[in-house]
């Protein structure tokens, strides 16, 4: 081809994409990985992947609303459309200068995606994605438009178009083609419709009015009123069925003034400012919340220690375990999901798999705890972002109308993580500090995703990410922190203005920023962990230090200012109960819970002990006595197996135990002056003689005391559960490397022009030559140095067509340079199916 002259425009989405480079052809397969799964064979195979309707489906559900409109424009154009065709249809006849503008990026866009080819003068959208969005009377428009005049008179009979041609004022013709091709004329010329609309009756107006931006339907009567009968005669209405009549496409387009929708939006809406805090403000609130993050699920585990609740038949929490753990959490019941799915997630608990099958932590755990706490948080916030298991979505239904519950099958949703990076890459798009309007915030994700249905799933899970971040200590006060910023892997914030406009309370900064949303990619595993190290390290001093102390008062009570150490905590829960949680933990000491210590083995001089060297106060007098008073009367009463019995050296205590009235259901009866009999297992009988105010401990069956000890109940080893993907992963670009150069060397294989033969198979079918016919062919290309089109069965019994130039021939076997792959290969000839000769100009 010479230099001045033009290529030749593509016929076919084959022939386009065999006109890209490789980097743009790396671009589709990055943005659309569905088909490159598996590795097509050439350009062709592709280009078909590329036009079935599931894929286009995926395609589009990825584009924005202004490369949405485009596309419905395109659908609604003629095919082929012109570059100023579709522009008239988006920017209108006055040309919109920020349409304009954006029309490009969004053409480059849908190109780029494979769902538009072809030259500016020949625009061309893939026959799938215009099915799909054409206008049907089954499937409306999003553009309100209806069929062309061509499409509309399609089943009218001559003679009615004929009518129709004549009173819209044009001269009759010979056939019905012609008559539709001036009426559609007259309805695309400006001036001409502009003269005929100004003859119509007011109300006939107010007809076309109510049609004008959709649907473009209505009902008729068999004897329409004079303002219908005045449109119908003139095609202004089109009959499409008995009844109903339709607004032409050209009519509405002329009374739009040209545009395909009523609102174009060409640029995305901007995320406004809400709040804005100093950074060191959003940082230490973050780290509060990530503080109580940890203690949070360190309580939740910490009370399914000894074995958590049953799973039910179906898999899950139930509704009343779900209350119960809120109310032990001291939160709702969805923010108490929440924390029950972060810790699954995180691979901390899980079901023990026994026949009474229960949740309990998970070894995993225990690894767990003995992390530092940044180490801890930034593996919680690390699975959250990476997790599709959505807590939200607890007590909703799903589609065969069951009830989802927490830790159940159902609760997946693929497009969780994208929503989530998403959200967060906003947030950290705004100035340092900045809380973003959550309205706003919606509006932009819409536009950059356009809902297809009514139920905007992705608006509900952007607005649980808001607040899982918030509770989780990403975000604090709504603006991301400095250690989650780490976590994301995301830029440096922009600088808020030095001089920001007085505004009252409640007003919004806009915040201006209308960059097209990216690709949503996921750090690389080696990328994310380096990341969450470093947002631990930034997180780890604002957590506050462990304290190895507590203040004792005098009534009763522990106050311990801050987090305290792993020890001390363990203990303090054994020997106090938690009263309230806060700033400070106060601890109440309460016979109950000192003899909960001395049943754990803890003698009155170790309490005493304990409390003198992790007080900061001096012992109270109370409390001491306290612990003397249980320690004197624990074990007074000894209880063991008979079925049960109680034994006291005091036959007065237990002359007092049978006179008291509350001893009935433990129906006891005297063996001996100091030992009682009962009809209840020993477990019961401790709880109800500890019920009626009484002191017993259990003794084994040489007679010592036992000491009872919290049994932590582990699951074996679990892995946690892995996120669902939203369809294939993104090549990475080794493997796009490989893949394109395949797809060109199988496409060189399929297109190379060969030398006519007289038996060759038709449709560029691999070719079928005879064994001896083979091995001559393939002997006279090494001596020649020719190249050779070859039909090839692997050991999987799968065909192929490859290009190779034979080096060698020897031993059943050919030596070549195979051109698909692009490098030298040995094939057994008798997997060779045949060979043909390439053209000359093509050798």
Partial sequence: MSSDEKPTAPRSLAEALRSRDDASLATLLRSRPDLITPVPTDLTQLATRAGTRASVVRALERLDRFAVQTAQALAVAADPATYDELLGLLAGDDRDPEVTAALPRALNLLREQALVWGADDRLRLVRTARELLAPTPQHPSPTGLGPTVQEATAGMSPGRIQEIVTTAGLASTHDSVSAVAALTALFTD?????????????????????????????????????????????????????????????????????????????????VTVAATHHPQVVDSTAAGQAYTALATVEELLKDWDEGGPTVLRAGGLSVRDLKRTAVALDVSEPVAAFWVELAYAAGLLASDGEPDERYAAT???????????????ARLAEVWLAATRTPGLVGGRDAKDRSLSTLGPGLDRSAAQEVRHRVLALIADLPEGSAPATDSLLARLRWERPPRTADDLRARLAEWTLNEAEL???????????????????????????????????????????RTA?????????????????????????????????????????????????????????????????????????????????????????????????????????????????????????????????????????????????????????????????????????????????????????????????????????????????????????????????????????????????????????????????????????????????????????????????VRVEGGFVTAYDHTADEVRTYPLHRITGVAELADDQG
Wanted: aromatic letters at 4%; charged letters at 20%.
């Fill in 472 to 514: 989780l200590g990403i975000t604090g006060r709504g603006a991301l922190s400095t250690h989650a910023r780490a976590l994301l892997g995301a830029p440096a914030p922009p600088r808020p203005p030095q001089e920001p406009p007085a505004r009252g309370p409640g007003d919004k900064l806009p915040f201006h920023h209308h």
């Fill in 363 to 377: 070894p995993a755990y225990d690894e767990w705890l003995e992390l530092p706490a940044a180490e801890r948080w």
């Fill in 518 to 806: 990216p690709e949503h990619h996921p750090l690389s595993p080696p990328e994310q962990a380096t990341a969450t190290a470093s947002a631990a390290r930034l997180l780890a001093p604002l957590l506050p230090e462990p304290l190895d102390h507590v203040l004792l008062q005098a009534d009763l009570t522990a106050v311990a200012p801050g987090p305290l150490e792993r020890p001390l905590a363990d203990m303090l829960g054994i020997l106090a109960d938690v009263e309230s949680k806060g700033g400070a933990t106060v601890y109440r000491f309460t016979p109950g819970s000192v003899r909960r210590a001395l049943d754990a083995g803890r003698s009155a001089s170790d309490l005493h002990a304990f409390l003198t060297e992790h007080s900061r106060t001096p012992v109270p007098q109370p409390l001491a006595y306290l612990i003397d008073d249980v320690a004197r009367r624990h074990g007074h009463l000894r209880v063991g197996a008979a079925s049960a019995y109680v034994r006291c050296d005091d036959d007065a205590l237990l002359h007092e135990i049978l006179a008291d009235k509350r001893s009935a259901g433990l129906r006891l009866r005297r063996l001996a002056p100091t030992v009682l009999a009962a009809q209840s297992d020993p477990a019961a009988l401790l709880e109800g003689l500890r019920a009626m105010g009484f002191a017993p401990a259990a003794e084994s069956a040489e007679g010592d005391v036992l000491i009872t000890r919290a049994h932590a109940h582990r699951t074996p080893p679990r892995t946690p559960p892995e996120p669902v993907p939203d369809g294939p992963p993104p090549p990475d670009a080794t493997l796009l490397t490989a893949a394109i150069r395949a797809i060109r060397a199988g496409d060189l294989a399929s297109t190379t022009p060969r030398k006519p033969t007289t038996d060759a198979p038709a449709g560029g079918e691999p070719p079928r030559t005879g064994s001896a016919e083979t091995l001559a062919t393939l002997q006279a290309a090494v001596l020649t140095g020719q190249t050779l089109w070859i039909g090839y069965v692997n050991a999987e019994g799968t065909a192929s067509q490859r290009v190779i130039a034979p």
């Fill in 190 to 270: 400006r001036a001409r419709m502009n003269d005929l609309l100004a003859e119509a009756p007011a109300d006939s107006v107010e007809v076309l009015d109510r049609l004008l931006w959709g649907p473009p339907y209505g009902q008729v009567t068999a004897d329409p009123a004079a303002r219908l009968r005045w449109l119908l005669d003139r095609g202004l209405l089109l009959p499409t069925a008995p009844g109903t009549v339709v607004l032409p496409r050209e009519v509405a387009l002329h009374l739009r003034a040209g545009r395909a929708h009523r609102v174009p939006e060409p640029t995305p809406p901007p």
